[in-house]
C-alpha cells in the first residue's frame, strides 16, 4: 500500500494545481481516478477486500490533508468506501478488524457469525465497478435533475435574489424561464472577486429581466424580495453551509425580512462533518483583492482580513433543493446514512 502514496500525492496535487472551474470538475476526475484504482487493483482472495478498503482509505486521508477545503473531494472518497462496504456485506465478507470485533457492542454479537471465505471475486469487483459508474452518472446529471424542480419553487412575476455566480443556480432559473415563468432577478455583484458580473451577464442573456446590485445595497432591496436562491460549496451533516464569502450576510438580511432562503445542493456536496464556526473551514486571500498598499509608514498598524468562506448556520435555511427532491434540515440525518457508512465519517479512526 505504500507505494501508492506517491501516486496518490501526485494526482491530489495535479487537482490542486490544476485550472478547474470548480469543486464538481474535481469530484468527477476523483471518481475516475477511484475506478481505475479499483479496475487494478488485485483481488485474489476475500482477505484482500480489507486491503482495498485501507487502500482507498488512505487516499481519503491525503485527499483531507492535500485538499482541505474540498470538502466534496472527500465526499467521493466516502461514498466509493459506503460501496465497497455494502456489497461486502452482502456477500458476507468479513472487512472488520479484530478489535473492532472485540471492542464494539455489535461486534461482540457477530463473533459467533460465519463469515464467507469463497466469493466469486469477479463479479465482485464488476458490481462494485458499476455503482461507482452509477456514482459518476449521478454527478453529470446533478444540475438537470435540480432544474427539473424550478417550475415549483418559481412563479411569475416574482422577485428573486442570488448572490455571486452558481452554474447549479444559473441552470435551475434558466429551467423556470423555459416552462414560461416570468420573474426578475436580483444579482448580488459578489466583491472583491466580483462573480455577479459574469451571473447577471449569462442569466441577461437566457432573456430574463436582471438586475446587479452592490453588496450594500441586499438589505435594502430585500424587503422586495420574495425568495432568495444560492449555492454552496458543502452542506455539512447539521444542515449548515460553506459558502463563498458574503452569502452569510445575505441570509441574515432575508432573515430580518421573513424572506425563504433556497439552496440548490447536489448529494456529493453532503458531508458528515460538523463545523463549529466561522474559521473552522476557511482560508483568507490576499490583502491586495480589497486595497491597494498604502505608501506610508503607517502600514504595519493595517491588518486586513479577507475571508475566502462564510459558514452559514441551517436555522437560516429554509429548503435544500437536492438532485432527490426538496429536503428539510431535520432530513439529512436520513440521507447521511443512506450515502455512508459510519466507520468513514473519520477516515484517520
Known amino acids: 500500500m505504500e507505494h501508492l502514496i506517491p501516486n496518490f500525492k501526485d494526482f491530489l496535487r495535479s487537482l490542486k494545481r490544476g485550472n478547474n472551474t470548480g469543486n464538481h470538475e474535481l469530484c468527477c476526475r476523483t471518481c475516475k481516478f477511484l475506478l481505475s484504482l479499483i479496475k487494478q487493483f488485485r483481488l485474489n482472495s476475500v482477505h484482500d477486500v480489507p486491503i482495498l478498503i485501507s487502500t482507498i482509505s488512505l487516499f481519503g486521508q491525503l485527499s483531507s490533508d492535500i485538499l482541505p477545503l474540498e470538502i466534496s473531494v472527500v465526499n467521493i472518497v466516502r461514498r466509493v468506501l459506503h460501496i465497497i462496504r455494502e456489497e461486502a456485506e452482502h456477500r458476507n465478507i468479513d472487512i472488520s478488524s479484530e478489535n473492532q470485533r472485540i471492542t464494539t457492542l455489535t461486534g461482540f454479537f457477530r463473533e459467533s457469525e460465519t463469515y464467507s471465505s469463497t466469493v466469486d471475486l469477479i463479479d465482485l469487483r464488476e458490481t462494485i465497478k458499476t455503482e461507482v459508474k452509477n456514482l459518476m452518472e449521478e454527478l453529470e446529471t446533478h444540475k438537470h ?82 425568495k432568495v436562491i444560492i449555492g454552496t460549496r458543502a452542506l455539512m451533516a447539521n444542515g449548515g453551509l460553506l459558502t463563498e464569502a458574503g452569502k452569510y450576510g445575505v441570509c441574515l438580511a432575508a432573515q430580518a425580512h421573513c424572506v425563504p432562503v433556497l439552496v440548490t445542493c447536489g448529494l456529493f456536496k453532503l458531508s458528515p462533518l460538523y463545523p463549529f464556526d466561522q474559521d473552522t473551514f476557511n482560508e483568507f486571500l490576499s490583502p491586495n483583492t480589497i486595497a491597494d498598499r498604502p505608501e506610508s509608514h503607517e502600514v504595519e498598524f493595517i491588518n486586513y482580513s479577507v475571508p475566502a468562506f462564510d459558514y452559514i448556520p441551517p436555522e437560516l435555511i429554509s429548503l435544500y433543493i437536492t438532485d432527490v427532491g426538496g429536503k428539510m434540515c431535520s432530513y439529512l440525518y436520513r440521507l447521511l446514512s443512506e450515502y455512508y457508512s459510519i466507520e468513514d465519517y473519520n477516515l484517520y479512526s
Open 145 to 226: 435533475n435540480i432544474s427539473d424542480q424550478a417550475s415549483t419553487h418559481i412563479f411569475s412575476n416574482e422577485i428573486i435574489m442570488t448572490y455571486g455566480y452558481s452554474s447549479t443556480v444559473l441552470e435551475f432559473l434558466c429551467s423556470a424561464k423555459s416552462v414560461g415563468r416570468n420573474f426578475e432577478v436580483l444579482v448580488g455583484e459578489s466583491a472583491p472577486l466580483l462573480t455577479g458580473h459574469q451571473m447577471c451577464k449569462e442569466l441577461a442573456a437566457k432573456n430574463i429581466a436582471t438586475t446587479l446590485i452592490t453588496d450594500s445595497a441586499v438589505y435594502a432591496l430585500m424587503s422586495r424580495v420574495n
